[in-house]
């Protein structure tokens, strides 16, 4: 594909004098690993998330394998998610040798629809592993009542959506576990790692078990479960301290840039990022979806400097999935196949904008039906 220079590259994490200082004192402060920082960041987090324990680890994907074993799911299980996502979301339920089943999305928010949700509840199912997709959360309460009627957990991954609101309600409050991402792109970061956030404590205690090796914490070399090695190291945690205080001012930057694209496009045949009634979106990057030929527009942005990314990823026809393709999701292929991604960045310059809003229009405009 052609590209000239970049101009808006799909994200660029804001590391400052803050995160520098706070890598440095760490360094200095002779002690590196899992620590102090550790600590710090899984109580600050907890708290903006309105939960009483967070559990840090070395990624999202490690926090969603850990609330996964911890709630005890396993071979012969079934856990119900969303066939739109990131693998990451998904591989967790493989990883403990459950299977997943996957529920058709919502057309308006491309999150996992809990009427499909209830249609595959099966004997097997033990939990429903809801994706608050690009920082929309997932229409949560009729979610919950599915849960309840038949006994079932709930494992939010939120690792998209840091700071989403659910009828005013923070995501990762909700579920029975939620699972956040710190990877360079996301909302904030620590470079990589993660956190798996609960309110129940000894879902809590268990998850810190497993993140190191399933350790006894009173008893060393002791190791009660198989457990992993998924810790975060203080320095990765210190960078996250010094993020999470940044977090507000994030968000409030990605809603007022999609504000913006949104008023400049809003005339043009193509769905471009909402919000429902019911939610407080932090839009993790700017989605659109085509109602025509995709290449041409996918093309002509990176020609003019504008990474794109697809839609992620349709799950069941990713080849470790292909045997477990056990339902249509004809909502979330179609939405697979017409939609894309451009960079939601919070450190887009009012001129940078401008020229995302141009160049999109002039692609847009030239979509053939
Ligand atoms: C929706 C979703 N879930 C899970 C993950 C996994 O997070 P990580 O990359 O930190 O393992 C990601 C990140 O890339 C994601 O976008």
Redesign the pocket.
Same mark, same amino acid.
């Given at each position: 594909m052609p590209s000239r220079t970049v101009r808006i590259p799909i994200g660029k994490p804001d590391i400052g004098f803050e995160e520098i200082h706070a890598v440095d004192d760490t360094l200095k402060s002779g002690w590196v690993t899992q620590g102090k920082s550790v600590e710090e960041l899984e109580r600050a987090f907890a708290e903006y998330c309105n939960v009483k324990y967070g559990v840090a680890v070395n !990624?999202?994907? +490690? +926090? &969603?394998h850990t609330a996964l074993a911890a709630l005890g799911i396993r071979a012969g299980d079934e856990v119900i998610t969303t066939p739109l !996502?990131?693998i %990451?979301?998904i591989n967790p339920i493989l990883y403990v040798n459950a299977r997943p089943v996957f529920a058709d999305v919502d057309p308006k928010t491309l999150n996992i629809d809990a009427a499909e949700v209830e249609k595959r509840v099966s004997k097997k199912t033990k939990a429903i592993l809801p994706?608050? &997709?690009f920082g929309h959360p997932v229409d949560m309460d009729p979610i919950m009542d599915v849960a309840e009627k038949y006994g079932l957990r709930v494992v939010e991954? %939120? +690792?998209?959506a840091h700071g989403a609101r659910y009828k005013g309600r923070r995501v990762g409050s909700i579920g029975d576990v939620a699972?956040?991402?710190?990877?360079a792109?996301?909302l904030m970061t620590t470079v990589?790692?993660?956190i798996a956030v609960t309110d129940d404590a000894e879902l809590a205690e268990k998850m810190r078990m497993l993140r190191n090796l399933g350790s006894d914490k009173h008893r060393k070399f002791h190791h009660p479960l198989l457990g992993y090695n998924y810790k975060m190291s203080d320095i990765h945690a210190a960078i996250g301290v010094t993020q999470l205080k940044k977090l507000d001012r994030y968000i409030t930057r990605k809603r007022e840039n999609v504000a913006y694209l949104n008023r400049e496009l809003g005339d043009l045949d193509v769905r471009l990022p909402h919000e429902e009634d019911y939610a407080l979106n932090v839009y993790?990057v700017y989605h659109l979806l085509l109602n025509g030929e995709k290449t041409r527009t996918i093309w002509f942005l990176e020609d003019k400097g504008i990474e794109t990314r697809p839609l &992620?990823s349709f799950i069941p026809e990713q080849p470790p999935y292909k045997r477990e393709y056990n339902s249509k999701c004809s909502v979330a292929k179609d939405a697979y196949q017409r939609g894309f991604y451009v960079s939601n960045s919070p450190l887009l310059t009012k001129k940078e904008l401008d020229f995302l809003a141009s160049t999109l229009r002039e692609a847009l405009s030239r979509v053939r039906k």
């Open positions: !990624s999202g994907t +490690a +926090a &969603l !996502s990131c %990451a979301s994706v608050h &997709l991954d %939120a +690792a998209q699972c956040f991402s710190f990877y792109d996301k990589e790692g993660g993790y &992620l």
